[in-house]
């Protein structure tokens, strides 16, 4: 199981990018997905996460900012970013947890933590 992100990119301040990320394998189900960042220099911080059943929370700083999204069926998370500030400048990665899958004829119930590779996202001022 293997997450691809993608999506960053340079933008300018009061911009918009749109990140996604894909959960590839022979994928049941996933529990929660998110996105985090980090900022050089800083520690990695939860962005926006969202259960399976589509509750969703988000860091205060960008609540009204950013949406995240699912698509169940295509096991696919995305990270809409609105009113970009240089602030949020930083590498974003995705993550899935609680991912069940198909191994050979076996289910798998997987209690590793899933990350994606990160996507940078660099806003200017």
């Known amino acids: 199981v293997q997450l691809q992100a993608s999506g960053g990119g340079l933008v300018q301040a009061g911009g918009s990018l749109r990140l996604s990320c894909a959960a590839s394998?022979?994928?049941?189900?996933?529990?929660?997905m998110a996105w985090y960042r980090q900022a050089p220099g800083k520690q990695r911080e939860l962005v926006a996460l969202?259960?399976?059943?589509?509750?969703?929370n988000y860091l205060d700083s960008v609540k009204g900012r950013f949406t995240i999204s699912r698509d169940n069926a295509k096991k696919m998370v995305a990270l809409r970013m609105n009113s970009l500030k240089p602030e949020d400048t930083a590498v974003y990665y995705c993550?899935?947890?609680?991912?069940?899958?198909?191994?050979?004829?076996?289910?798998?119930?997987?209690?590793?933590?899933?990350w994606g590779q990160g996507t940078q996202v660099t806003v200017s001022s």
């Open positions: 993550y899935a947890d609680g991912v069940t899958y198909y191994s050979g004829d076996n289910i798998v119930a997987d209690k590793i933590d899933k």
């Open positions: 969202i259960s399976p059943t589509g509750s969703t």
């Open positions: 394998g022979r994928i049941i189900s996933v529990e929660n």
